[in-house]
Every structure is written in structure tokens, then in C-alpha cells.
């Protein structure tokens, strides 16, 4: 009985395995069924739609702004020469780099012994020859007295013979009286060229001496100038640079020692294309008076000057193109020659144009508008100017359609996009313009400040009043901190 049990646990233990496999079977043949019918019937396409930020084009008038790079200089450059050779016994308190002298200020004087000496010599030539002049105005009035003398002499002889002729042609003289008067005459004639003769040598060595004298003042002259040359002074004020001179050192004629430099007259030259110059000239095709902002950017803080275009380059050097303009500074405070600075220059005005982001424009100036279905159609514009991150268009029929801001290589005309509009945009988190700094953290701003020679003097004193303050520009301590990690 117990075994009859067994056998029919088993056969339903078998048979309840057997319907499973056979329901498994079923559901496997059912999905390959499925599968295989799927696979038989084409994939239903769908339509990519890619998301766009867009922007409408408005028109406006807008004043263009010329930006270009340039170089401080100074109208007023001089090369410090010295002007004699010799040994630098004495140098101006703070004759060095950036130095600043005054007009006539002595800046170096040279070793004068020998020019003392050359200057001594030709004084006492002078004196010398002066004497001999006077000795030589003296010898003259003797002579001339002399002849003068010998005048009167000739005359009374003269008048002796005439007595004597006159008492022959009466029977009262005799021939031999008269003879010997005759004589007397002509002796005394003789004496009178005789002391003309000395008196014309007497002259012409007071000529000479003359003559003697005035060389010996004009070696006096240059003997007072080769000595004046042993000082170097200022000819006008300035600061120094390229200083290449110390106390003790022996320098050669006309070697360059320093060169002085105006701080007062400078100037910024930059170069522009010419396009942008043919666009800043006036109706007579002369270049503009117009007002120039200069920008200089030290650690963070902008310093500014405002600055009158003057005139243009005479030529164009050979290799460069463009033009290459001057603008004279109106304030010279924290600028130096040399620095590098950023140029904008107001151009003529631009009437019913539209401005977008320069990342809208491809090579050959074509947007992509929004049409209907928001799908993309590309159109031509006339671009105009360049505005750093944007660009000045002009597309009359384009005014009131929205183009999109940014293209991509995915993007093109028939595209499908979802519109972003400036509205819809998430907002960027804005970095505060000024923060608070705790004490250390200003200690080492201040410290490094303090310690870097680069920064001009008025510069870093501005730079430190606005570190003192309870709250400081976030750029300025971006760049100084950027300059302490470097």
C-alpha cells in the first residue's frame, strides 16, 4: 500500500514537470513569434529637434568704438651724453633709474684738472699778448709823434731855403748858402719818410698784436667751454632712465649715460587698419581733433586718461600696414613710457543697425533665422563693424526675426530647433563686485602691494586706499592674488 502511494506521488510529481516545460516551450515559441513579426515591419523615424537660443533683431542707432593696442611715449626724449672725457667725481642725488631732475639741475661733472690747466694757460697768453698790444698802441703814438716832428723840421728847412734862394736872386746870398739850405731840405725830407716808415711798421705790429689778441681770447673761449663741459645739466625736467653711469667710473666723449625723459608729454601711438582710418577721416579727408580714452590695466585696477587725437605717421615703414596715429595725453598720472595700453576711439555714428553676438555670423556673414515651424532658414546680412564679443550688422529685412545666437555644426537651414529665448534662460550666478576681506587675507594683498616695484607710485598708493576700505573690487583681487600665485 505504502509503495502504490509512492508510485503516484511520482507520476504527479512527472507529470506537473512535463506541463511546465510545455508552458515554457509555448511562451518562448510565443516571443520568437513576436519578435520575428516585429523585425519584418519597417522602424517608425522620428525627427531630431535640437534646443537654440535665439534673440530678435531690433534696430537702433549706436556710436561705434574704435579699439586698438598701442605704446606710451614721450613727445621729448634726450640722450644724456657725456661731454668730455675724464673721471665722474660727482653725481646728482638720485641720478638712477626714474630719478626725476629739474630743468638745469647739474646731473654729473667731470674730472676738471686739465681743463683748469688748458683754461689757466691761454688766460695768461691773453694777459700777455694784451700787453703787448698796449706796448705796440704805445710804439704807434710815439711814431706818429715822431713824424710829426720831422714834419715841422722839413717845413722850417724848407722855409730856410726859400730865404736863402730869395737872397741869391737878390746879389745878397751866396750859391754855397743856398746849396747847403738846399741840403738841409732834402735831409729833412728824408727824415720824414724815414719816421712814416716807422711809424707804418709800428702800425702794422699793432695789427698784428691786435690780431694776436683776439686768438688769444677765442683760445680763452674755448678753453671757459671745454671747462663748461665738464657739467652735464638738465635741459629740461624729466626722469631718468637706462642709467649707466656710476661715481669713479672714466667715460669717453659722447658717451650715452642716461636718457632723460619727459613725463609731462606723452603720448600713446597705435596702429589701425585702413579701413578703420578711411572711416575716421572728415569730409576733407583730414583726420579729426577727436577725444581718445586710454586704458591701462595694473593688477586688477584700470587706470584711465583721456587723451586728443594729433596727427598721423608720415610714412608707412616698410613690412607694416595701416596707419599709425597719435594721441597726446591730457593726464599723465600712473603712465609710463613703454606701457602697453588698450586705444578707444569714438567712430561716426551708425543709424538702423542691429547689433548680435559675434557667434551668430559665420565666415560668410550668414545668420540662421527662425521660421515658421521653428525651423531654421539661413539669410545674408551686411556686417559693418566688430565690437569685441558682438558684432554691428545692418539687414533691414531681418528686423523683428529672431536669429540664433550661437552656431554650431548640428545647426543649418530646415533645421528644427526649440527656441531659448533670453527670458527663459537660467540665470548665471553674478560674482559680486566688491567683497569683503578678512584681516590676513588683506594684510597679504597689502604686502604684496607694498613690495612690487612695478606698480608706478600714484598707482600702487590708489591700489592701497581701496584695499583699506571695508569693501574691494573682486577684480582687482583676482589679479593680484593670480600675480602672488605666480
Known amino acids: 500500500m505504502r509503495f502504490f502511494r509512492r508510485s503516484l506521488a511520482g507520476l504527479f510529481l512527472i507529470s506537473l514537470t512535463v506541463a511546465l516545460l510545455a508552458l515554457a516551450g509555448n511562451s518562448v515559441w ?3 513569434q513576436a519578435r520575428w513579426s516585429e523585425e519584418g515591419r519597417p522602424a517608425e523615424a522620428r525627427e531630431r529637434v535640437f534646443t537654440a537660443e535665439v534673440v530678435t533683431l531690433e534696430p537702433v542707432d549706436t556710436v561705434p568704438i574704435l579699439t586698438a593696442f598701442g605704446e606710451i611715449r614721450s613727445r621729448r626724449t634726450l640722450e644724456l651724453r657725456a661731454p668730455a672725457a675724464g673721471t665722474v667725481l660727482e653725481l646728482a642725488e638720485g641720478f638712477e633709474d626714474g630719478g626725476a631732475v ?35 698802441e704805445a710804439a704807434v703814438i710815439l711814431a706818429r709823434e715822431d713824424v710829426a716832428a720831422a714834419q715841422r723840421q722839413a717845413e722850417l728847412r724848407d722855409r730856410a731855403m726859400e730865404r736863402q734862394r730869395d737872397l741869391v736872386e737878390r746879389g745878397v746870398g751866396s750859391a754855397a748858402s743856398l746849396e747847403t739850405a738846399e741840403l738841409a731840405a732834402a735831409s729833412a725830407g728824408q727824415a720824414v719818410l724815414s719816421r712814416r716808415q716807422a711809424l707804418a711798421q709800428a702800425e702794422a705790429r699793432l695789427d698784428q698784436t691786435g690780431t694776436l689778441v683776439e ?4 683760445s680763452l673761449a674755448e678753453a671757459e667751454r671745454v671747462l663748461a663741459e665738464t657739467e652735464l645739466r638738465a635741459e629740461f625736467a624729466g626722469v631718468l632712465a637706462d642709467v649707466a653711469v656710476v661715481q669713479g667710473r672714466l667715460v ?3 658717451e650715452q649715460v642716461a636718457r632723460l625723459i619727459d613725463a ?7 596702429r589701425v587698419s585702413t579701413a578703420q582710418y578711411a572711416r575716421l577721416l572728415d569730409a576733407d579727408g583730414s583726420l579729426p581733433r577727436a577725444d581718445v580714452t586710454v586704458l591701462l590695466d595694473v593688477l586688477g585696477m ?7 587725437l594729433t596727427r598721423e605717421s608720415g610714412a608707412v615703414e616698410e613690412g607694416q600696414s595701416g596707419r599709425l596715429l597719435y594721441a597726446e595725453l591730457q593726464e599723465t598720472r600712473g603712465f609710463r613710457v613703454g606701457d602697453f595700453v588698450t586705444v578707444a576711439l569714438q567712430e561716426p555714428e551708425l543709424r538702423d543697425v542691429a547689433i548680435i553676438p559675434a557667434t551668430a555670423l559665420d565666415a560668410e556673414n550668414r545668420v540662421l533665422v527662425l521660421g515658421e515651424e521653428d525651423r531654421l532658414e539661413e539669410a545674408q546680412v551686411t556686417l559693418l563693424r566688430r565690437q569685441g564679443d558682438n558684432v554691428i550688422i545692418r539687414a533691414p529685412p531681418l528686423y523683428g526675426a529672431e536669429v540664433v545666437t550661437a552656431r554650431s555644426p548640428v545647426l543649418g537651414a530646415g533645421i528644427r530647433v526649440d527656441p531659448l529665448r533670453p527670458g527663459q534662460a537660467e540665470a548665471a550666478p553674478e560674482t ?12 597679504r594683498l597689502i604686502a604684496f602691494v607694498e613690495g612690487n616695484a612695478f606698480i608706478p607710485e600714484d598707482v600702487k598708493a590708489r591700489m592701497l586706499l581701496q584695499l583699506n576700505e571695508p569693501e574691494v573690487p573682486t577684480r ?9 600665485g605666480g
Open 30 to 32: 510565443t516571443a520568437l
Open 102 to 136: 629739474e630743468a638745469g639741475q647739474l646731473l654729473l661733472r667731470i674730472d676738471p684738472a686739465l681743463a683748469i690747466s688748458a683754461r689757466d694757460v691761454a688766460a695768461a697768453d691773453l694777459r700777455e699778448a694784451e700787453g703787448n698790444l698796449a706796448e705796440a
Open 215 to 218: 686768438r688769444r681770447e677765442i
Open 252 to 254: 669717453n666723449r659722447n
Open 264 to 270: 609731462d608729454a606723452l603720448e600713446v601711438a597705435f
Open 302 to 308: 584700470d587706470v584711465t586718461a583721456p587723451a586728443r
Open 432 to 443: 559680486p563686485e566688491t567683497i569683503a576681506l578678512d584681516p590676513d587675507r588683506r594684510a
Open 476 to 484: 582687482m583681487i583676482t589679479r593680484i592674488e593670480s600675480r602672488m
